[in-house]
């Protein structure tokens, strides 16, 4: 009896013991389950949120750049301008514009008789015509005198035309004619990317729409990229505005940044790191202090600086607004702070070993921080100061704040001179009420964005290539 209620007893223990087995096994494998469908989300969240990352990266970068292109391009007219024109004669009389010209079907160059005094030809070793007398009389040898005004011509041509022939003319030696690319109008390009665009009435006569499917038919207007974007300053119309005077500001305001803010920011660094003395109490407080400065600097607002440099700068020492040497001192403050961090953290990274290997040697500690230190931390010393001068390059706020922010339609030629810089051109570009300059702003930024990443890739193959060397 005992017997067999010890073995009943025994199977339900045993029963009890499966039955908790089971629940258990079957709740760690919910569990477990659990857990994989939870990661199994967070992966599907984390590819999502990279694909939406991707994808909204793609659109900023596309629109950019289809924006960018009209930016980078421009209409171009092909004109064959005489360069025999008779000098300070109207070009509404014979001499200038032959009898011959009709509307719509090009004529040969006009050319001197003897009746002509030879001083009223343009030839080589004598004054040259005018530009837009050239420009008026190639017009009229093609299209007649309807809408040969210089008003009229200039809703064709860009501003920088009279300057091309210029240069052409000076060029051309006893060339009784030359035919010229010359730059359009921006009307010129809407007009090629719609010529069905009622709004281009309102623009162009309907003798100038002729004139321009005339040219079209005959292959005589293309786009192309544009010459004058790159080696022309700011201008008051679109079509001439250049990015060149932006470009040399930029260039001269980061020269003066790099000047002031490079070898400071590394010995600073060198010395906080290396030669502050930290055994006295009161020293190693204000070793602290200065650290602390030191990264509260690196998080402050631009703007701060810019008031900074507007104080300092322009109201105690004087000197001249908008120029490139006051920007580079502006931005070199800015610059500091990151160029400290950053060289700190890369001799930070020296093993102590080698400190203590060298001082074993007997090498002394100047000696220590000169031989061994600074070339084993200094590919991560310039990639870090690259870096930081490729952050303020793209600032704005600071360089407003000390005048930069001028309409500057020429280069600057001296350091005290007014300038501008590129991020300041974009923002006036993208600020302008004429919409043919957002695309001036868009191709500005994509320039502003290969410059950034030039930057970071001069800094990343500097970094391989001392760490090679050393």
Known sequence: MDKTKGNIEGKLVSQTKDT?????????????????????????????AVAMALALLGFLLTSIGVKSWEGFSEAQVRLTIPLNIPLNIPLTSPLAVPATASPTTPSAPPTTTADQPASATATPGQAQADPFA????????????????????????????????????????????????????????????N????????????????????????????????????????????????????????????????????????????????LAPRQRRLTRAWWRLVEVVTINLAATPSVVFGLLGLTVF???????????????????LMALPLIIIAARNAIRTVPVE????????????????????????????ITGAVLALAHVLGETAPLMLIGMVAFIASYPTSWLQPATTLPIQIYLWATS????????????????????LSLNALAQTARRRWKHRW
């Open 20 to 48: 908790a087995m089971t629940k258990g096994m079957a709740l760690s494998a919910r569990t477990h389950q659990r857990r994989l469908r939870r990661a199994r989300h967070f992966r599907a969240l984390t590819i999502l």
């Open 134 to 193: 050239l420009l008026k009389a190639g017009w009229q040898q093609r299209f007649g005198e309807a809408n040969s005004s210089r008003r009229s011509l200039q809703t064709i041509f860009s501003r920088t035309a009279e300057e091309h022939i210029a240069q052409a003319q000076s060029r051309a030696g006893n060339q009784p004619a030359i035919t010229l690319w010359l730059p359009a109008n921006q009307h010129i390009k809407r007009y090629l990317n």
């Open 195 to 274: 010529p069905s665009d009622p709004g281009l009435a309102d623009l162009l006569s309907p003798h100038q729409l002729q004139c321009l499917a005339e040219l079209q038919a005959a292959g005589d207007l293309r786009r192309s990229m544009s010459v004058d974007f790159w080696n022309q300053p700011d201008a008051r119309s679109p079509e001439a505005a250049g990015i060149a005077g932006a470009l040399l500001g930029s260039l001269m305001t980061i020269l003066v940044t790099l000047a002031a803010a490079l070898p400071l920011g590394l010995m600073a660094a060198l010395y906080l790191e290396e």
């Open 314 to 332: 322009l109201h105690l020492m004087h000197l001249p607004r908008s120029a490139p040497l006051v920007g580079g001192l502006v931005l070199a």
């Open 354 to 381: 080698q400190r203590d290997a060298a001082l074993a040697l007997g090498a002394s500690p100047m000696q220590v921080t000169l031989h061994h230190v600074l070339p084993a931390a200094f590919p991560g010393m």
């Open 433 to 452: 009420p004429e919409p043919a300059f957002a695309s001036k702003a868009a191709a500005g930024v994509v320039v502003l964005l290969v410059l950034v």
